[in-house]
Nanobody
Framework: QVQLVESGGGLVQPGGSLRLSCAAS????????IAWFRQAPGKEREGVSC????????IYADSVKGRFTISRDNAKNTVYLQMNSLKPEDTAVYYC??????????????????WGQGTQVTVSS
């Protein structure tokens, strides 16, 4: 059974850090481009970051550039999103998704093949 499972969300104060994990099962995530999305209440889903399967290159939304880092450990079939200097506007449910195209360009508008169930991130004092 193909699954993506996110973990690592929680409540953190502004300026704090969290590391989200996206663990894949039932398929080899190293062959897939993996992206993180987020959705806050009342807002549209937003693409946060993406890491490609072919070169491991990554791209970031302007809102998180310089604060978030995406990485992958193919041996563990897991992709991570390190989130530093968190702001209240980062509060959202974060989802990871997988796509079998080997690049990130246009990932926000692509139909991703697999989705996780999401993990809540709340940034509040």
């Amino acid at each position: 059974q193909v699954q993506l499972v996110e973990s690592g969300g929680g409540l953190v104060q502004p300026g704090g850090s969290l590391r989200l994990s996206c663990a894949a099962s039932g398929f080899t995530s190293g062959y897939y481009t993996i992206a993180w999305f987020r959705q806050a209440p009342g807002k549209e889903r937003e693409g946060v970051s993406c890491i490609s399967s072919n070169s491991g290159s990554s791209i970031y939304a302007d809102s998180v550039k310089g604060r978030f880092t995406i990485s992958r450990d193919n041996a563990k079939n897991t992709v991570y999103l390190q989130m530093n200097s968190l702001k209240p506007e980062d509060t959202a449910v974060y989802y990871c998704a997988a796509d079998n195209l080997p690049y990130c360009a246009g990932y926000v508008r692509r139909r991703m093949v697999h989705w996780g169930q999401g993990t809540q991130v709340t940034v509040s004092s």
